[in-house]
């Protein structure tokens, strides 16, 4: 390979490690509670958004001892959608008012031609609901991306394993917003 064709692989490989990290932290976001995504007012627009991010034949699983019976597996692009209409189109009691993922640990692996990708993650996340009770919950993610044929980055597949749950005092958070403003123009 000539020195200009290696820095093109190189940079080709960069930008898809870019991608990567942008399709998974995008999808983070749209996940937490309230939607920081400005302009989503209801959990349809969440969905549709989310949804973006996925391929046709993608698969969205939780595995390991915790998630194997909670989850399960989704697979193709419709199963995925009822997986997020069952999560958000329920209405629970308490309500959540808060859900933030903290990601960490990040390790992403792109293909020699830079067309698919993995990626490992570690993230945590606080549980705020309404009636004051919370909890923190760890997962490691193992996903799988390609580059679709708008040269997006998307989900193939979407594999969260717990590593713990833990109940968080009473009244834990005492100041949280009802809304989020931070991506308004």
Known sequence: MTD?????????????ESAVRQTQM?????????????GVKTDAQRIDLIMELFAQDAIWEGVGVYYDGQFGAAVGKSAIRDHFEKFWGQKKDPALVLNCHYVTSEQIQVSEDAQTATGQWVHMQPWLYADGTALLRSSRLNNAYRKDE????????????????????????????????????
């Open 4 to 16: 200009v064709a290696s820095l093109i692989a190189r940079i080709d490989r960069l930008e898809a």
């Open 150 to 185: 708008m040269g997006n980055w998307v989900f193939t597949r979407n594999r969260t394993e717990n590593v713990f749950i833990a109940p968080l005092p009473n009244g834990f958070a005492t100041d949280f917003p009802s809304a989020s403003v931070v991506m308004r123009p």
């Open 26 to 38: 995008r999808y983070m976001a749209l996940c937490d509670t309230p939607c920081p995504e400005y």
